[in-house]
C-alpha cells in the first residue's frame, strides 16, 4: 500500500493518505483493480491488521473477501492483530480481458473517538501471486 503505483489499483473504500510509508485505512469495502496477464495457478494474498484498539471496541468481526463480486470466502476472527489471508483464486472468477476486482468487506466498523470517522482495518498487501 505504500508503493507509489498503489493508487493506480485502488478503486474506493481505502485511504488516499499512506500511513508510515507502508500501509492505509480501508474503511467498510476496500475495492482494489488488477490486470492480470494469466488466470491460471493464482492466489489471492490479503496481508491487513485489526488493530488492539478497534477491537475493543467492536468485538469479533468477520471479513469477506470477493473476487468480480463473488464471495471467495468469510473468515471470522476472534482476535485483534496482523492478519494473512491466501487462497487459491479459481481461474473462472479471473479476467486477463478486462481489471479483475477485489474487494474486502469486514462486518463492524470501528469510530475513531478524535473525529468520528468510521474505520475497517489496516491494509497492508493485496494482490494476485503465482
Known amino acids: 500500500m505504500g508503493d507509489p503505483e498503489a493508487p493506480a489499483y485502488i478503486v474506493a473504500g481505502i485511504s488516499d493518505h499512506v500511513e508510515a510509508g507502508a500501509w492505509?485505512?480501508?474503511y467498510k469495502r476496500a475495492e482494489l483493480r488488477?490486470?492480470?496477464t494469466s488466470a491460471a495457478g493464482l492466489r489471492l494474498v490479503v496481508d491487513f491488521t485489526l488493530p488492539e484498539e478497534n477491537f475493543r471496541q467492536t468485538g469479533?468481526?468477520?471479513?469477506s473477501f470477493f473476487v468480480n463480486d463473488v464471495?471467495?470466502?468469510?473468515?471470522?476472527y476472534e482476535q485483534p492483530g496482523t492478519k494473512h489471508f491466501e487462497k487459491p483464486a479459481p481461474a473462472g472468477l479471473l479476467r486477463t480481458d478486462a481489471y479483475t476486482r477485489l474487494a474486502i468487506e469486514i462486518d463492524k466498523l470501528y469510530r475513531a473517538p478524535r473525529d468520528g470517522k468510521l474505520l475497517g482495518f489496516i491494509l497492508n498487501r493485496a494482490g494476485f501471486l503465482q
Open 60 to 63: 469479533p468481526v468477520s471479513v
Open 71 to 76: 464471495l471467495l470466502e468469510t473468515v471470522r
Open 34 to 36: 488488477f490486470i492480470l
Open 24 to 26: 492505509r485505512w480501508a
